[in-house]
């Protein structure tokens, strides 16, 4: 499967923004989706994450309440609405699919055997 991230851009501090991850050649109701984020010279960590049917979520505790992720099987895109946005949520943004038709939703990069290219997203103090 091929994934397009898209949606990124610089936003004040407090500002929102919707990143969408488009997938293509694959069925996208067979994969869990996550978001995971990379800073400079940071490694990649993971933000959030939602099952096959779009039921159940997780995210990370930094992100917990300020982010959404979100789904549509129809369109083939999973979404990451974000609000309250700190500088030191700036980084890039990466959507992953993992097809483990496991119960509990991965956290970590080694689930996840499809990545998009990434989005940056900058947010200014």
């Known amino acids: 499967v091929q994934l397009q991230a898209s949606g990124g851009g610089l936003v004040q501090a407090g500002g929102s923004l919707r990143l969408s991850c488009a997938a293509s050649g694959g069925t996208f109701n067979s994969y869990h989706m996550g978001w995971f984020r990379q800073a400079p010279a940071k490694e990649r960590e993971f933000v959030a994450a939602?099952?096959?049917?779009?039921?159940?979520?997780i995210y990370a505790d930094s992100v917990k309440g300020r982010f959404a992720i979100s789904r549509d099987n129809a369109a083939n895109t999973v979404y990451l609405q974000m609000s309250s946005l700190k500088p030191e949520d700036t980084a890039v943004y990466y959507c992953a699919a993992d097809p483990s038709w496991t119960r509990m939703l991965g956290t970590t990069t080694l689930r996840y055997v499809y990545w998009g290219q990434g989005t940056l997203v900058t947010v200014s103090s």
């Open positions: 939602i099952s096959m049917n779009g039921i159940r979520t």
